[in-house]
């Protein structure tokens, strides 16, 4: 049983230190590999500071992983020693259930073996999960993404999941050519759902609080640029747009976004704000419009989004950090002071 040098914290303070996990020897059907890059998602300081409830601690957060294989079980098909492979936000389902079976994992309904998350769960050994924060991880074959030798391999980890969450509700709702859509934010979720959009065909407009990024979003893909900082902004935009991609995690106002939709139109939210959300109903019946949520994606999904972002040339744009710098990272996350995606060089353990 490997063990393996890891980042974590101890309690909400979120102090990270250097620690060594143990992981398991690959069984017949699971790979281990190398952990080299590790992206820092919201998710994971929101797991942290215990902003979505109570946290088992120690905890190995990162839920955005890329290596190289290592070692292989004796019945694994699907890959091999060498190559370049991802996991995401979970790595274990029931199987059998419909949602499972109907390739969305992530949804598993099973009461008896529920849905395993990459850390912050508990595995089918009946002992928590700790996640990309550290240098190797054993998986079933199944939960494993194999990463394009064109996307670069120290951009790769953050598709994973903000490549996913974006990609799976612009796909969903239909964005392509022909539909105007909307990407609120471009920061580590928005940046992706921008390139994700203009690569599927769209008229990509950014709503963002100010203009200050409105050069990286033109470069991303997008045709215009509104600053919702300004009042008029709303106003100018009513009834503009098929599609809204939420990726704020702050509070909104629903009702201005909801205005922005033609009659049909779709916002649907991924950034998951802290504090609940307010909204009259009528926003949505004045025009049949929708507000819909998405939850990343299946492992079919996540490799189609990998394979249409190596086909598109798209990638994040990332910050390469060393584990040391973990604990100011999340701080800099907060205050939008990233651009786009903090990355972890595993080799800085």
């Not at 996540?302 to 990272?329: N, Y």
Request: proline content about 5%; some cysteine; overall charge negative.
């Amino acid at each position: 049983m490997p063990d393996v040098l890891a980042y974590a914290t101890d309690n909400k303070r979120c102090k990270f230190h250097p620690t060594t996990i143990t992981r398991r020897e690959p069984g017949p059907t699971e790979v281990y590999f190398d952990i080299k890059y590790a992206g820092i998602c919201h998710s994971d300081i929101h797991t942290a500071r215990e902003e979505w409830g109570p946290t088992r601690f120690p905890l190995v957060p990162g839920h955005e992983i890329a290596g190289i294989v290592t070692k292989v079980g004796s019945e694994v098909t699907k890959f091999a020693v060498g190559d370049k492979v991802g996991v995401g936000c979970f790595v274990d389902s029931c199987g059998a259930c419909e949602q499972c079976r109907a390739g969305q994992e992530q949804f598993c309904t099973s009461t008896t073996e529920p849905p395993v998350f990459t850390y912050a769960s508990i595995g089918r050994d009946g002992k928590p999960t700790e996640g990309g924060y550290s240098q190797g991880i054993t998986v079933e074959q199944d939960y494993v993404l194999r990463i394009p030798d064109s996307i670069p391999f120290e951009k790769a980890a953050p598709l994973l999941c903000a490549g996913i969450t974006t990609y799976a509700p612009l796909k969903r709702w239909g964005a392509g050519p022909g539909t105007k859509v909307a990407i609120i934010g471009m920061g580590g979720l928005g940046h992706m759902g921008v390139q994700i959009a203009a690569a599927m065909g769209a008229e990509v407009t950014v709503l963002s609080q100010t203009m200050s990024k409105e050069a990286d979003g033109r470069t991303f893909g997008a045709s215009h640029y509104y600053a919702m900082s300004n009042k008029r902004t709303a106003m100018v935009l009513r009834g503009e747009f098929d599609l809204m991609l939420c990726t704020i995690a702050a509070d909104s106002d629903l009702g201005a976004f909801i205005g922005m939709l033609k009659p049909g139109g779709v916002l649907a939210d991924v950034g998951l704000p802290d504090k609940p959300s307010k909204l009259h109903l009528g926003a949505l019946a004045d025009g049949n419009k929708v507000l819909a949520g998405s939850m990343i994606g299946g492992i079919a999904e996540t490799q189609e989004m990998l394979d249409f972002c190596a086909e598109h040339g798209l990638a994040p744009q990332v910050e390469i950090i060393a584990g040391s710098d973990i604990t100011k990272a999340y701080d800099k996350v907060v205050k939008s002071q990233v651009r786009y995606r903090f990355v972890i060089d595993t080799s800085t353990f």
